[in-house]
């Protein structure tokens, strides 16, 4: 029987210095198919506003959209541990809201951990919902939610100040209780001094080489998108063209009828024509009979 990955392992992954992969999914097929693959720890990112929803930010997805999309995602995988996103403003109100709202991605959605953003000010959420038997990932650097403050998306950590915080959110989040923090958009050598002072995983994206792991968008790795390609990413394949050339295919064949053939067609025996003949005479007889 396959074992599920579970955070205890994640961290045993960093103490043996194993690279630790990490891949957002939102539905059940993509799921599958990282799961597949061998894909340790599989994210239900927020990210799915942008990328399957359609918004410019993250910061419109609800959580019913959330558990939503957690349920198909647990659905196609057995190995992987899922890790579901709170959303915007589903932890923040008060301690008692970001607990009903980490259960509901667990219970509801079948998650096996959760992730928030920030650092020392969801410290204390973070510490409580762990008490309460839920894994936590926390996630400092750029926070996409909080795009509406930093106005873009752009590297955090390259001034002192900015830095000197990143450093004290992750640990933080380590006193917290964390399995591991997503260190997003941050210099190489900021991400490899916060990789080398905490215990628990980082999984960098933007984040440089040096961190226990990487993670990366599903859409960005496999070239579904051809307009804009962060420079964090490399492009396994190009599906957006080979999408793009099969729908303009199908289209074609649709029009010069040559879809669907003979064979990828269903057909009577000869008991059951008898059956209907009165039924089908007018077809029967008619050019597309057989
Ligand atoms: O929502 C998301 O996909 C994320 C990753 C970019 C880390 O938070």
């Known amino acids: 029987m396959t074992r599920r990955v579970t955070v205890r392992d994640v961290r045993a992954m960093k103490a043996r210095g194993e690279r630790i992969g990490m891949l957002t999914a939102y539905d059940y097929t993509s799921s599958r198919l990282a799961d597949g693959a061998g894909v340790p720890i599989i994210l239900v990112g927020d990210s799915l506003g942008m990328v399957v929803l359609g918004h410019d930010s993250t910061v419109p997805v609800t959580m019913d959209q959330m558990v939503h999309h957690v349920q198909a995602v647990s659905r196609g995988a057995r190995r992987a541990l899922i890790v579901g996103d709170l959303p915007f403003m589903s932890y923040h109100v008060d301690v008692g809201r970001a607990l009903d709202n980490a259960a509901r991605l667990v219970q509801e959605g079948g998650a096996h ?9 969801v410290a204390e959420t973070v510490r409580r919902v ?54 997003e958009l941050v210099p190489d050598a900021l991400a490899a001094a916060v990789t080398r002072r905490l215990s628990i995983p980082t999984i960098g994206i933007g984040a440089g080489p040096r961190c226990d792991g990487q993670v990366q968008v599903l859409h960005d790795i496999l070239g579904l998108y051809q ?32 879809f669907p053939a003979d064979v990828e067609s269903f057909h009577l025996d000869e008991a059951a024509r008898g059956e209907l003949r009165d039924l089908l005479e007018d077809v029967d007889h008619g050019p597309q009979a057989g």
């Open 113 to 121: 951990a959760v992730k928030l953003e920030g650092g020392e000010v």
């Open 130 to 183: 762990v008490d309460c038997g839920i894994p936590v990932m926390g996630h400092v650097g750029l926070t996409p939610q909080s795009v509406n403050t930093f106005g873009g998306y752009r590297v955090r950590g390259r001034t002192r100040e900015e830095a000197a915080g990143i450093l004290r959110d992750a640990e933080a989040l380590e006193g917290a209780g964390a399995f591991a923090v997503v260190l």
């Open 227 to 258: 307009e804009f390609v962060p420079k964090h990413t490399r492009r396994y394949a190009n599906l957006a063209e080979t999408i793009s050339a099969a729908f303009a295919q199908y289209m074609n064949d649709v029009k010069d009828g040559t």
